[in-house]
């Protein structure tokens, strides 16, 4: 495996490949790998010639209260995990944005909820990061996870709406043996917030087999309230009920919807989502 740090030496290396005709394949990640991030390397992996993975903790998709200092990194371990997973290059880039960057890509709307209501900066700094990691990297197609599926939807209207020739594919969202989803983000949880945080998962699968009782025509509020029981966050942020596609509001579960969560327990930010299907 390959170890890229240079932003233009890498987008050289991936001007060439696509003119020999390569295809080359993308998984972004902010570090601190896990299985969740491995599984979207073995997505790419079986779709490229050539597969790069970036390791870029953004400083513009946080809030000044949040936690880029201390966000986990594992250099050493990372690299590992990527080349066992068969990446050909690790592009960990020291120096990513010019010193005058001035450039920001914003998609509006679907930011606007969840995720992007709390958190004012974030989706625009994902955009601007990832519009220029493919600006470098050149991808034929990019892999993201569904555990992040507002994202994945922010990635893809972005994609389309600016015309950008990559194929974005969505990975399923990988869990832990005991239903968390898995998270670099899962290190700073005690035993005991551990614990409490496994009631995402556990309100989303308490939705899912209420709904499978009462079938298709239940409505959202139905289903809310029986998981904002289960719901033991110290924060709650929201629990929404949407069409997988437009991420707008479903009142009336008649056909598959995605279920959204996100909140804190001891300060730690925690995200799960889920498939309703009636
Ligand atoms: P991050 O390093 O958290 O920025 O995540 C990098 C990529 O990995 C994003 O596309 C995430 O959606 C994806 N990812 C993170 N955790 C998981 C998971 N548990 N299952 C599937 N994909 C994940």
Request: a negative charge.
């Amino acid at each position: 495996m390959d170890h890229q740090t240079d932003p233009l030496a890498l987008q050289a290396e991936a001007l060439r490949r696509r003119a020999e005709g390569q295809r080359i394949g993308f998984v972004p990640t902010m570090g601190y790998l896990h299985q969740g991030h491995t599984s979207l390397m073995d997505i790419a992996r079986s779709q490229c010639d050539w597969l790069v993975v970036s390791i870029f903790v953004n400083p513009l998709q946080f809030g000044p209260s949040e936690d880029l200092d201390r966000y986990p990194r594992d250099p050493e371990g990372d690299a590992a995990k990527c080349a066992g997973a068969g990446v050909d290059t690790l592009f960990m880039p020291q120096h990513f944005y010019p010193s005058d960057h001035s450039t920001s890509v914003a998609v509006a709307g679907l930011t606007d909820g969840f995720c992007g209501a709390s958190r004012p900066n974030f989706f625009g700094g994902i955009t601007t990061v990832v519009s220029r990691l493919f600006g470098i990297v050149q991808p034929s197609v990019a892999v993201f996870g569904e555990k992040d599926f507002q994202q994945l939807a922010v990635i893809r209207r972005m994609v389309r709406d600016l015309a950008m020739p990559i194929e974005v594919i969505g990975g399923p969202l990988i869990r832990d043996t005991d239903g968390l989803a898995m998270s670099s983000r899962n290190r700073y949880l005690t035993p005991e917030r551990r614990q409490r945080a496994l009631s995402l998962s556990g309100a989303l699968k308490h939705m899912q087999a209420l709904l499978s009782q009462r079938g298709a025509g239940t409505s959202a509020e139905t289903l809310l309230a029986a998981g904002r029981e289960i719901l033991d966050f110290d924060e709650f942020d929201y629990l929404q009920i949407v069409d997988p596609d437009t991420l707008k509001d479903m009142p009336i579960i008649d056909r598959s919807a995605r279920a959204l969560v996100g909140g804190y327990i001891g300060g730690t930010r925690l995200i799960d989502n889920m498939a309703l299907i009636p």
